[in-house]
């Protein structure tokens, strides 16, 4: 998605802010999804093996 829209970002300078946002929007939420969220799971579960019962 974000290769795809590189060729429309720099076609035409009025596409171009639309397209940064659109790029940097999903590498974002990428980042955030595959740190940031595990990691918040990490701390706010208790200290327990994987498959531990309670």
Do not use: H, R
């Amino acid at each position: 998605m974000v290769i795809g829209l590189l060729p429309l970002a720099f076609s035409d300078p009025k596409w171009f802010p639309f397209c940064m946002a659109i790029i940097f929007g999903l590498i974002s939420s990428t980042l955030i999804a595959f740190f940031v969220v595990p990691g918040l799971y990490l701390q706010l579960t208790s200290n327990k093996t994987v498959g531990q019962e309670e």
